[in-house]
Every structure is written in structure tokens, then in C-alpha cells.
């Protein structure tokens, strides 16, 4: 007589599952023993589809049936899988985890114009958001589910090289003088785009949500930030965060995100980007179109080219 054993319990129906002994006690949550004084004093146990030199082989379902005819509610089949988010041990001060908790926290920050209304000390992250009517944008522009254009930090130039310790406070407005950056950026994208009849950009339509946080937890959760939301103006038009380079380096190109919107002073100067205002809009959609579903409980992964896009000018 030959048998279907229990293998991968997607590919066997209950029905064709096989229990011994010992899945026979597990199933009823008693010993071995117990069981073999059950099979010895009890004419109504299951009787074994056949004996074997390791012991008696049952059908499953009917050693659950027995069981629950007795009042004991069986535990679950020795072949089904234990359903759990983790399958590993967690450690709350694993770093990834710390990185969560610093990503959560970020996310769960009011919006604020951009820049924030008054100064604040301190350093940190933020995430910017837009809700104008840029079509290339329009699939970010969701009230009740935004996705930030863009994700940032704002750390003492001293901290990347450790200078002062690694839990130092940051009493400069660090983070603030990096968001008002950003909003000056935008405003002079406004003002060119009103002089050129042009519009694109408006201040008025961007919000941002921030965090002070320590430096030494700032990296990695910009990272996670970045893999879970893949940023437009993170990953597919750069340049946003750069700043002047100088005279004697404004003869290279400027970035994409500035011939997509014009109007920073010093890259008006550049030459033209790698790629005109229709490829870089071409490559939004895109990149808006193949994204993944958005799962924060997941580990992302970056790819070389992007992890380098974590610099000083983030």
C-alpha cells in the first residue's frame, strides 16, 4: 500500500494528510504517552492506516475528529504554518528597527508650509510635498494619501565627520535653514515662470513635514524613506538640492531638475542639462507609472546610484 505524506501543505488537500504519533500528541496538545494509553484503552480511536517499524501512520482528519468528538479542541495541524509577520527575533535597538521608529515618527508630523512659519533650533529630516497643478505631478497631489516629491536632511556640516561627539544638541536652525533654501528655490521657479508666462511651480502648493532628531539616526532613515517612497526629485530628477557651484564650475550642465524649472539665478548660467524638459517628464511618468506599492513594514533596497544620491546636498 503506498501513501501521500504531508509535504508542502499548499500542495496536499487535508484530507490526504498523514499524522504519527508524535503529530498525533501535537494535534491534541497531550504527550506521546498519552497518546499510546488513548490507542490502548480506547476502542474508538482512530484505527492506523498502516503500521510501520517507526509506529502507527493515521489520516490527520481523523485524529483531529477524534479529539473534538471529545470535548478538546485540537491545536492547529502539525503541517499547517504558524502565521507571523516576523519569522525572526526582533531587537528593538536593531538599527533598521531604531531607523523605523525615526521614519514613523516623521510621518506622523503635521504638514507645514514650506518654509515653517517661524525658526526652530536643531537638525534632522523632512519630506516635501506638492499639491498644485503641475500635471507631471498630479498622482503625488492626493489629500487623504500624499506621497512627498522629496525627502531631505538637514545635519551640521562637523556632525558627518563626527566633530563634537555623536550625540551632540544642534542649537542652529539647521533644519529650518534648509527648508527655507528650498523654499527660496521655489519661489525663484515662481517668479521666472511668471515672467516667461510659463507657470510650473507655485510656494503657495508645497507643505512639508520635518523632524529634529539626532544626527547619528538621521542616514538611515532617510534611506528608508527614500526605498519606501522613491521620491521623484529623489531618484528621477536630480539637482533640487544643489547648491551654486561657484563661477569657475557653472560651465557644466545644469541638473534636470533645473531645465525642467527654470529659474535659479546661478543655473540660468549652466549649459543645458543632459536631457531636455520632455525626456525628464516622460521619465516622471514613468517612474510614477512602475512604482511599488507603498509597504513600510518592508526592508528596501537601493541601488549603488542611489545610496551615492545620499550626500551633503540632501
Not at 541601488?303 to 550626500?311: D, I, M, P, V
Amino acid at each position: 500500500m503506498s501513501f501521500m505524506l504531508a509535504g508542502d501543505p499548499d500542495r496536499v488537500s487535508p484530507e490526504a494528510r498523514l499524522a504519527g504519533m508524535a503529530e498525533a500528541a501535537k494535534i491534541g496538545g497531550v504527550s506521546r504517552q498519552a497518546v499510546t494509553n488513548m490507542r490502548s484503552r480506547d476502542v474508538n480511536f482512530p484505527a492506523p492506516l498502516q503500521e510501520l517499524a517507526s509506529g502507527p501512520i493515521f489520516r490527520e482528519t481523523d485524529i483531529i475528529r477524534y479529539f473534538k468528538e471529545r470535548g478538546r479542541a485540537p491545536l492547529p495541524s502539525a503541517y499547517e504554518e504558524v502565521q507571523r509577520k516576523r519569522t525572526s527575533r526582533f531587537d528593538p535597538l536593531d538599527r533598521v528597527n531604531l531607523a523605523q521608529s525615526v521614519e514613523r515618527a516623521l510621518l506622523e508630523e503635521p504638514f507645514n508650509p514650506l518654509p515653517p512659519a517661524a525658526p526652530f533650533a536643531g537638525a534632522g529630516l523632512y519630506c516635501i510635498y506638492y499639491f498644485g497643478a503641475f500635471q507631471p505631478y498630479a498622482e503625488l497631489t492626493s489629500t487623504t494619501d500624499p506621497t512627498p516629491l522629496y525627502v531631505g536632511r538637514a545635519i551640521p556640516k562637523g556632525a558627518r565627520a563626527g566633530v563634537g561627539g555623536v550625540l551632540s544638541t544642534v542649537e542652529e536652525p539647521v533644519l529650518f535653514n534648509r527648508l527655507r533654501e528650498h523654499g527660496r528655490s521655489i519661489e525663484q521657479v515662481e517668479k521666472h515662470s511668471a515672467e516667461s508666462g510659463e507657470p510650473t511651480l507655485r510656494l503657495a502648493d508645497f507643505r512639508c513635514r520635518f523632524l529634529i532628531v539626532e544626527d547619528i539616526w538621521v542616514p538611515l532613515a532617510e534611506a528608508l524613506l527614500i526605498g519606501h517612497f522613491q521620491p521623484v526629485w529623489n531618484q528621477i530628477l536630480q539637482g533640487f538640492g544643489n547648491h551654486d557651484p561657484g563661477g569657475g564650475r557653472r560651465r557644466g550642465a545644469r541638473p534636470d531638475w533645473d531645465e525642467l524649472h527654470p529659474g535659479r539665478p546661478w543655473a540660468l548660467k549652466q549649459e543645458p542639462a543632459r536631457r531636455t524638459r520632455e525626456e525628464s517628464v516622460e521619465r516622471i511618468r514613468g517612474h510614477l507609472d512602475n512604482r511599488l506599492k507603498l509597504d513600510l513594514s518592508s526592508i528596501p533596497s537601493l541601488s549603488e546610484e542611489q545610496l551615492s544620491l545620499l550626500g551633503d546636498d540632501d
